[in-house]
């Protein structure tokens, strides 16, 4: 009861933690909730082709007579699977990686990280659209890319909290008691060295968002029909031209208000896992 | 008998000091160029799919599989593949792309100046927007400018570019007529200067031709406002907290005591905030390489970025390994360029 009144005056004290929170659980609502609130099927033309905001159409319709506020809500399913789903995939790999990295010493390790590095050496987007050009424009091969592209972050990231944890007392304690290798690995080394990662995971869920986006807005992404925000945009954009607007400023604002959102929630997660550190 | 010659030449090689650093640092290129000619090579060789397959489209002729395959030098054991493909990058030679028949060599050095002018443009820009909120939010930190800066480096770093740049384009060009239309780096009616660097702006100057100066920034402007407005946000946070802590600091405080006005003490704490922003800068420049290409792209600026992304819709591989190629051997040069810069400039810094 008492975390829960510390948690809620925080929220009150930070309008802006407040928003992150309040953000996730729209989209949390239009995720689970879509067939409950979206007056149309996202899939099925309307007879009214580009036809601006009005009672019936809320954002308006696109070229093919589809809905665009249905298919905004609708697409926060499409783009939030991917985008969780990547970044779950790169913690999975990236944070057991980093232990490792971090712990032992060798060559194979140094291999792992300049790995890494070579990941990291090309800017993301480039690599992410020359993959999924190559591997087939799909959901699941973006969900890959993703989790591929974002694991060197997390490697570093666990690795020099690893490096430092490792120098303590207590891992020459459990050392010295005789633990294996796996055993400090599971439990004094992975509790313990995994925050900064959690912390990260959110903002990055918002990168991967921004990725699906931009990957499917140049059609690198997941294919037409499917509802989803870039490819929203792309299709919008033809429109725009002409000066009807509507088909691609609203999936633009739900990116953003999505992307902001797990900025600000990551921000407050930090905040809220240790009060020292504050930005 | 050579080997006092050779140890006398050996004692002037540097291993200590500036000179030692860049030599070390110039040696590991090496291995990362090796390594990032690896990736992009097994990019497009070990991804499913075949590219063979793909060239030849649909129900293709019986033969034709197999003699695009030879061509492609596919159907060769993959060491060999990888010989011929690092045979070809020291000759510079990086393949030919099906859609503009030329070599893909080509291609790129027609579009890089595009975007380098781009990129350059829009860094400057970003830089001078970012210095600017970053200075006046530690001025006053917790005031207005700075809460609203900070909410603005949130923001920008979540809205999609793809989406900035057509909302510049509808709001500037198309309801208020102040920028010109987007369709390349000059207006249509005004004929190009004569290359000498390749930038517009610069070789219309040297030509003398204002009016394909005016209309180069002309065009510039919108794709460089869209560049400039997504990535001050970085550059803001770093020098907000970078300033801010410098006030905060001994130094400043005892200026303070002493009398100095306020001028001289942003000044002076100004200083500490250049080693993280270069750094910064040089970070987002290897990274807008690749990051302008969807604002390239909505602006039909025809650079490198608008080619990649095209070579992808046309499933154009020859350009696409290219590209990704420049972008890492560009992020790797740009980088040590960084690190030679930080080390000039902070003193304390001893590698």
């Known amino acids: 009861m008492d975390r829960i009144k510390r948690f809620l005056r925080y929220l009150i004290e930070n309008p802006g933690a407040l928003l992150g929170f309040a953000l996730i659980i729209i989209y949390l609502v239009m995720v689970f909730f879509a067939p409950l609130i979206a007056p149309y099927d996202p899939v099925t033309p309307t007879s009214e082709f580009r036809s601006p905001p009005s009672r019936q159409h809320l954002f308006g319709t696109d070229p093919s007579g589809l809905d665009v ?27 057991p990686l980093g232990l490792v990295v971090g712990y032992y010493r060798g060559w194979a390790v140094s291999l792992i990280l300049r790995l890494a590095d070579l990941l990291q050496a090309f800017p993301v987007f480039v690599l992410a659209m020359a993959i999924v050009a190559v591997a087939g424009a799909s959901a699941t091969n973006v969900i890959l890319v993703i989790g591929l592209l974002n694991s060197p972050v997390y490697i570093r990231l666990v690795r ?50 921004l990725l699906t986006a931009s990957l499917s807005f140049i059609g690198a992404g997941v294919p037409v029909p499917t509802p989803e925000w870039g490819s929203m945009v792309s299709i919008g954009a033809a429109m725009m031209i002409t000066g009807e607007w509507w088909a691609a ?14 900025a600000l929630f990551g921000d407050a997660i930090r905040v809220l896992v240790n009060p020292e550190r504050r930005s | 008998m050579f080997a006092r010659y050779w140890r006398r030449i050996i004692r002037f090689i540097p291993t200590k000091g500036y000179a030692g650093f860049l030599l070390r640092r110039l ?127 949130l923001l920008a ?44 702006t610069v070789d219309s100057l040297l030509a003398g031709n204002f009016e394909a100066f005016r209309g180069a920034l002309a065009q510039l402007a919108g794709p460089v406002l869209t560049l400039s407005l997504l990535n001050a946000g970085p550059i803001t946070k770093m020098t907000r907290s970078a300033m801010h802590d410098a006030l905060e600091g001994d130094v400043i405080h005892f200026a ?5 006005p306020r001028i001289t003490l942003a000044r002076y704490a100004f200083h500490s905030v250049l080693p993280p922003v270069i750094t910064l800068i040089g970070f987002l420049y290897a990274f807008l390489v690749g990051g302008a290409v969807l604002v390239e792209t909505v602006f039909s600026w025809n650079g490198i970025g608008q080619y990649a992304v095209q070579s992808i819709v046309n499933k154009d591989y020859a350009p696409i390994q290219a590209f990704v190629l420049v972008a890492g051997i560009f992020s790797l040069v740009v980088y040590l360029v960084v690190d030679i810069l930080y080390m000039l400039i902070d003193p304390r810094v001893r590698l």
């Open chain 2, 27 to 153: 040696l590991a290129f090496i291995p990362l160029m090796l390594g990032i000619s690896l990736v992009t090579f097994f990019l497009v060789r070990m991804l499913p799919g075949d590219p063979a397959r793909t060239l030849a489209g649909s129900s293709p002729y019986p033969g034709v599989i197999e003699a695009i395959r030879a061509r492609m030098g596919l159907d060769k054991p993959i060491h060999i593949q990888y010989l011929i493909y690092m045979g070809n990058l020291l000759r510079g030679d990086l393949g030919d792309s099906w859609f503009t028949s030329k070599p893909v060599a080509y291609d790129l050095a027609q579009r890089a100046p595009a975007t380098f002018e781009l990129i350059t443009f829009g860094l400057i820009g970003a830089v001078g927007l970012g210095l600017f909120l970053g200075i006046l939010g530690a001025l006053k930190p917790g005031g207005l400018i700075d809460r609203l800066a900070q909410f603005y480096g």
């Open chain 1, 249 to 262: 400023f609203f999936p633009g604002v739900a990116i953003g208000f999505c992307v902001l959102g797990f």
């Open chain 1, 69 to 95: 506020f249905s298919r905004t809500i609708y697409a926060a399913r499409t783009d939030l699977v991917i985008g969780l789903t990547g970044t779950l995939l790169s913690m999975l790999v990236g944070i």
């Open chain 2, 256 to 260: 303070r005591a002493c009398g100095l």
């Open chain 2, 157 to 200: 770093g979540a809205l999609p570019d793809f989406w900035l740049a057509l909302l510049v384009i509808l709001f500037l060009f198309y309801y208020n007529h102040i920028l010109p239309p987007p369709m390349g780096r000059l207006p249509l009616s005004i004929m190009p200067p004569p290359t000498v660097t390749g930038f517009m």
């Open chain 1, 160 to 209: 020099s909290e690893v490096l430092t944890f490792r120098e303590r007392p207590v891992m020459e304690a459990a050392k010295c008691v005789g633990n294996s290798n796996a055993r400090i690995l599971r439990h004094y080394l992975f509790p313990n060295n995994i925050e900064a990662a959690l912390v990260q995971a959110s903002v990055n869920v918002g990168w991967a968002i």
